[in-house]
């Protein structure tokens, strides 16, 4: 009786400790994981920079860690510069009093009878803008409201980005340490096929980070370029919802799409021509660029990274975007390696 005791009040220690340790951690947690799936994805190329400089770990994951660093931050300042812009530009405009809205071009009779509603509206802007605002003043309400938390939460997002960066670098330096633990720890948790999960791990986190993340990256600044190129009004916001649009696996096209509209009414039919070009290119890239990123690695269904960005978001904000689709496509590739495993027989004695 005495041991049973003793060994129910050990466990609750350790409970505690162990549950004390969580709600210590838990404002970090996203953080942590975002760096360990960083340092996951990059750990090639550190590896190689290692090498390189001799063997010299710290200069090689500064050198990664610092890389990194401006390819977050120099796209995020020019975003925000140019979204600042453009929120200043239509504010002075429209304290001037100048704000008007150009009517629908000729080429606008040629659109199907179904956009005929969309035309009035279009042409009643044009005429009294203030009027055509006041038919849907709650739906611009709340479309200002989840801008507004779409545009602060992209900016802790990078915040955290760069602290996670900064923590990711720190782990390449223990990767040698830090990859022992992790696989005895799966050892541990699995048994045998511990160190198949292991391997599994890492090789879904980078081929998730290439394929999905970077592919939405590299459509988001190409589809930027073109934006910024053709002069499209608060281009900086295009660009954050083609960020957005492109993890979530809908692609850039919905938010090219009325940008290539506008530049057809707004603009002369060169430019309008060549952004259209441009806009298909950058639409149809993914096509491209997934096979030649992801390798032989295997596909993760597209409805497990959609669920996982969206899940993401609503659970951890901005950053979950990203960490979402890492998270639940590693836990459905565990998942199938567990399932996979054969039963053995069962003995039955006569």
């Not at 279009?122 to 038919?135: F, G, H, P, R, V």
Request: aromatic share 10%.
């Amino acid at each position: 009786m005495t041991k049973a005791i003793e060994l129910v009040i050990r466990i609750s220690v350790l409970i505690l400790i162990i549950g004390w340790c969580f709600l210590i951690m838990a404002p970090f947690l996203s953080l942590i994981i975002w760096a360990v799936v960083i340092a996951v994805a990059v750990y090639p190329i550190f590896n190689t920079l290692k090498r390189k400089f001799g063997d010299r770990g710290k200069l090689a994951a500064v050198t990664v860690s610092g890389s990194f660093l401006l390819i977050i931050l120099v796209p995020s300042i020019l975003l925000g510069d140019s979204l600042y812009e453009g929120i200043r530009h239509l504010k002075a405009i429209y304290e001037g009093g100048n704000f008007t809205i150009p009517p629908p071009g000729e080429s606008v009779t040629s659109w199907p009878a179904f956009t005929k509603p969309v035309v009035d509206l279009w042409t009643l802007a044009s005429e009294n803008l203030s009027d055509a605002l006041s038919k849907f003043t709650p739906q611009i309400k709340i479309a200002g409201q989840w801008l507004l938390a779409v545009i602060t939460g992209a900016s802790l997002g990078i915040l955290q980005f760069i602290g996670a960066i900064l923590i990711a670098g720190v782990l390449l330096v223990y990767s040698k340490e830090g990859g022992g633990l992790l696989r005895n720890i799966f050892i541990r948790l699995a048994g045998q096929r511990g160190a198949d999960f292991a391997v599994l791990s890492e090789v879904t986190i980078r081929n998730v980070v290439k394929g999905v993340l970077g592919v939405a990256f590299i459509q988001t600044m190409l589809a930027g370029i073109g934006f910024v190129v053709a002069g499209i009004p608060l281009a900086g916001l295009w660009i954050l919802l083609c960020l957005i649009s492109a993890i979530v696996q809908i692609g850039v096209g919905p938010i090219v799409i009325p940008a290539v509209v506008y530049m057809f009414v707004t603009a002369d039919t060169l430019p309008a021509i060549l952004f259209l070009i441009w806009s298909i290119l950058v639409t149809l890239s993914d096509n491209v660029l997934k096979p030649f990123l992801l390798g032989k690695g295997a596909p993760v269904p597209m409805l497990v990274v959609f669920l996982g960005s969206i899940g993401g978001f609503i659970a951890n904000g901005f950053i979950g975007l990203f960490i979402g689709p890492v998270i639940l496509s590693l836990g459905y590739k565990l998942f199938l390696l567990w399932a996979d495993k054969k039963p053995e027989p069962l003995s039955i004695e006569p």
